[in-house]
């Protein structure tokens, strides 16, 4: 039996910068170091619930932070695993752990002698010569507990930790299966006719994923996002393009072991069932009662917004797309699996740009250090890279971060490359969160991504949208390096779901800044910088193809917070619903949801964007407004706007409700109207 002096994830880590020991952790050692941590803050529960001292902020608010900081070392690791480089043994311990985990939570907030301590500690916040932080902490702990049930009556509780229990299995079973999903498809290229239109780095990406597989000789295209998009953008193939069009979207949704529909009929249920014991009219309702936007009439107002200018954009571009088409000599019809393929070749024609003409000025290791160099001249810190800490795979990097008075800000590790053992998408995680509870707690945050990975020896170069992706994540990691507050559950990223992308898509703007592109957009062999031409036809395409990317985006946001306002859903046909409420918005029939339902990761792997998914939208709008500071300042790297936002955004984690922290920076809250010019809608046709 493993005991605490040899599981290395219950022994001190005793590694550079006190990071996880990734070379002594076994799979074998989650479960007990799980069970162990769990069963420590029970005890430490039991006893801040007997305390017979009158509650104050010590004594339940703190000790409450305190209790849960061992398991949160744990399970922050291997979850954090569990997405990034799992294994049949990990996958295993998840589906074991979810309702065992989702129990002791469960066991925590719906504990009636707890609840009443904290309840007492909020009802006299006033009387007890809080800081504002503390203030705040406070409230967000009443807030917790009572949307966690702990005002239910027993027969309540009872069934909501049931509830609890049940979707967090189906949430580990719904993203398994999409993982096994992408991992088991594969689509082999082996002569030249099937390569055909594929660029040379497309090419040499399916070799190296052929390799990977064992397939010396070969090209492999894999669903990773970086494979498949290559394909559908640059095959002259239609033949290979609907066939990997159809994979990627069937995903979830092939029968067998790992069909989705029906665990997204049970988790829709039951997510209805929770929120009405909760006093909720739908999930919808309850969901975003805790977030900026508060109610599903605001977040549908916004979408239609968006909604109306987008379609009718999409039309046009439908209408050219297909008059391409056309003049090629073809007469089928635009479909989803062509799209990008025109859209790609009518954006060579309009703008004289070519993807493949960027790509090799757009390399991985230059718009990492473009990453650095941005929030160096925003806020003040540097990037080193580290090369003694243990790292859970060798894919992975790491970089110390100091801010501008060369302190400590914390570990920063990129894993940027696609695998099998690796689930789909781009993440920013966090192995430990800064705070300052015992002592001055650096973060360890980590970007992961799914670039294709090049053959060895060879550079990885990036399309424009993988360099976006590594920059929306830096801003994420940047949140969560500079937090700067004294309690973990105000730490970083912990913010409201509509709130927490404003810094990852704020970050972007800077991206597209001509200053970063010209000193790290270089060409990748001669070093030379991008030329002016290129760069010019770069940013004059920045609005095009507008009208398919807010539909797709936009279509997604809606079928989500349609199902979760959906009410009762016992015969659930999640297939025929997204299908009707398509119909019913009138969604472009050559244009695919961005997240289809079967593999909605986003709202089916767990509860944290369900109903939310609008919330990259909605972040949008403050994105948009809040870069429109730099511009009005007449420097995108304005000092004084800059100090503002590090100070009420990026620092400042939970310390404020959303819309005060943003109006702190900006003076006032944001209109559509800068995001509308940004995607270009505000001249798109009227009809």
Known sequence: MTTETDNPLLAPWETPFGGPPFDRIRPEHYRPALDATMAGQRAAVDRIAADPAEPDFDNTIVALERA??????????????????????????????APVLSRHSDEIHLNGALYERIRSVWERRDSLDLTDEQRRLVDRYHTIFERSGAALDEAGKARLAEINERLATVGTLFSQNVLADEAAWTMVLDSEDDLAGLPDWARAAAA??????????????????????????????????????????????????????????????????????????????????????????????????????????????????????????????????????????????????????????????????????????????????????????????????????????????????????????????????????????????????????????????????????????????LHGLLSNVSYPLLSGTNVATDFVELPSQLFEHWLQEPEVLKRFAVHHETGEPMPDALLERLLSARAFNQGFATVEYTASALIDLDLHMAGDTDELDVVAFEKAALERIGMPPAIAMRHRTPHFLHIFSGDHYAAGYYSYLWSEVLDADAFAAFEEAGDPFDPETARKLYENVYSAGNLRDPAEAYTRFRGRMPTPEALLRKRGLDEGPRG
């Open 208 to 477: 190296q994923a052929a390799e990977d597989r064992d397939l010396p000789g070969k090209y492999v295209i894999t669903l990773a996002r970086s494979s498949v998009e290559s394909l559908l953008q640059f095959s002259t193939r239609r033949d290979l393009r609907e066939k990997a069009f159809e994979a990627w979207i069937r995903r979830g949704e092939n029968g067998g072991d790992s069909d989705n529909r029906a665990l997204i009929a049970e988790t829709i249920r039951l997510r209805n069932e929770r929120a009405r014991l909760l006093g909720a009219e739908s999930y919808a309702h309850f969901n975003l009662a805790d977030a900026m936007a508060r109610t599903p009439e605001a977040v549908s107002e916004l979408l239609q917004t968006v909604w109306g200018p987008g379609t009718r954009l999409a039309a046009k571009e439908t209408a050219e797309l297909q008059a391409l088409i056309a003049e090629e000599g073809n007469n089928f019809e635009l479909s989803a699996a062509d799209w990008r393929h025109y859209a790609d070749r009518l954006r060579k024609r309009r703008y004289d740009f070519d993807e493949s003409e960027l790509k090799p000025y757009l390399h991985l290791d230059n718009l990492i250090e473009a990453a650095f160099w941005t929030a160096s001249r925003l806020f003040g810190v540097s990037f080193a890279p580290v090369w003694d800490v243990p790292l859970y795979h060798p894919d992975v990097r790491a970089w110390e971060g100091k801010d501008r008075d060369g302190r400590a800000l914390g570990l920063f590790l990129g894993d940027y490359f696609a695998r099998s053992s690796k689930r789909s998408g781009a993440w920013m995680g966090a192995y430990r969160s800064q705070h300052r509870l015992d002592g001055d707690v650096r973060p360890i945050i980590v970007n992961v991504m799914n670039f294709s990975k090049p053959p060895a020896g060879k550079p990885a170069l990036l399309s424009f949208d993988d360099a976006r992706t590594l920059f929306h994540e830096f801003g994420h990691a």
């Open 68 to 97: 849960g900081m061992p398991l949160a070392r744990v399970a922050r690791v291997f979850f954090g695993l569990a997405s990034a480089n799992t294994s049949d043994a990990l996958q295993a311990v998840e589906r074991e752990i």
